[in-house]
């Protein structure tokens, strides 16, 4: 049974920070591409950022380079993301996207975590 569960989401002030993690199960994770993506309310969802397998190839949307890092631990099938100098434009539900780099349709989703900065 696959699983994939994003936590660590929470109220933070402008400026803080929070760590996502994403842990997943019933897959490969080591074979897979694992990637952030969040929406905010009335928007569409957006890459935020993306780790190759190996962990050797990170990319990020502009709107966060600098502030925000994200990481792969294969041992612990668990992707991270580090999210530093946090913005009221923060504010979204983050998702963890695995997928097959040898078939785009092989992918799987979790269910989000709420990030809300605000003061």
């Known amino acids: 049974q696959v699983q994939v569960v994003e936590s660590g989401g929470g109220l933070v002030q402008p400026g803080g920070s929070l760590r996502l993690s994403c842990a997943a199960s019933g897959f490969t994770f080591s074979v897979y591409a694992m990637t952030w993506y969040r929406q905010a309310a009335g928007k569409e969802r957006e890459l935020v950022a993306h780790?190759?397998?190996?962990?050797?190839?990170?990319n990020y949307a502009d709107s966060v380079k600098g502030r925000f890092t994200i990481s792969r631990d294969n041992a612990k099938n668990t992707v991270y993301l580090q999210m530093n100098s946090l913005k009221p434009e923060d504010t979204a539900v983050y998702y963890c996207?695995?997928?097959?780099?040898?078939?785009?349709?092989?992918?799987?989703w979790g269910q989000g975590t709420q990030v809300t900065v605000s003061s």
């Open positions: 996207n695995a997928q097959n780099p040898w078939n785009s349709n092989n992918e799987y």
């Open positions: 780790i190759t397998t190996t962990g050797t190839i990170t």
